[in-house]
């Protein structure tokens, strides 16, 4: 899509190593697009991002360190001046919900076409959606029940932590965790905090 005006600057962040490289190849061959930058966890992201100033970030979800969900609520409470647009695997409507409570402009499976993503981020870019069209009609059949700390503590206890490990990673106190993962699985209706991770990992609430 040839144009006169400066192409559109875009910083790609995946933690896949090959995808990082092939979304660049991809976008570079757009006259209008140009990729500035590419990085493969959530802290370089956000480096990258104060440093290039891009127009648009393209990131994954599951990355090490910061996730693309926390990156673009990070970017949202700093009131960057930039787009967000995920691409990732995770076809599941909490992700969806979450991302759009986040101000992310576009939400793309990882098996679209490589030209729906190039037309996605010229619609972001402009102010529009683009949104994985099954994926935006369940969005909002059932609605999350955890709260931020709720996901926190429950990210953390399926990893392996116990409750004293989640408290002090979290500056928390043991108690507090307790109140947290006993909410939690009485939200999720589950017996115990390894149910209660694995529902909520299936349902997109992590």
Do not use: C
């Amino acid at each position: 899509m040839p144009t006169s005006e400066a192409p559109l600057r875009i910083l790609i962040a995946e933690d896949q190593s090959m995808l990082r490289g092939a979304l660049t190849a991809l976008l570079n061959l757009e006259d209008d697009l140009s990729v500035v930058g590419s990085v493969g966890d959530g802290e370089s992201a956000w480096r990258e991002l104060q440093r290039l100033s891009p127009d648009i970030l393209v990131t994954d979800i599951e990355m090490p360190g910061l996730t693309g969900l926390e990156l673009a609520q990070r970017i949202q409470r700093h009131e960057l001046p930039v787009r967000v647009v995920i691409v990732t695997t995770f076809a599941r409507a909490g992700f969806l919900r979450r991302a759009l409570d986040a101000g992310v402009g576009g939400y793309l499976l990882k098996d679209a076409p490589a030209e729906q993503l190039a037309d996605a981020l010229r619609r972001v870019h402009d102010g529009g959606r683009a949104i994985d069209p099954q994926l935006a009609l369940e969005a909002w059949s059932e609605p999350d029940p955890l709260s931020e700390r709720e996901r926190q503590t429950l990210r953390l206890a399926g990893q392996g932590m116990s409750a004293s490990e989640i408290a002090a990673q979290l500056k928390l106190s043991h108690g507090t965790v307790r109140n947290y993962l006993s909410e939690a699985i009485g939200k999720l209706g589950v017996g115990n905090r390894i149910e209660a991770y694995r529902l909520a990992r299936q349902k997109g609430w992590l």
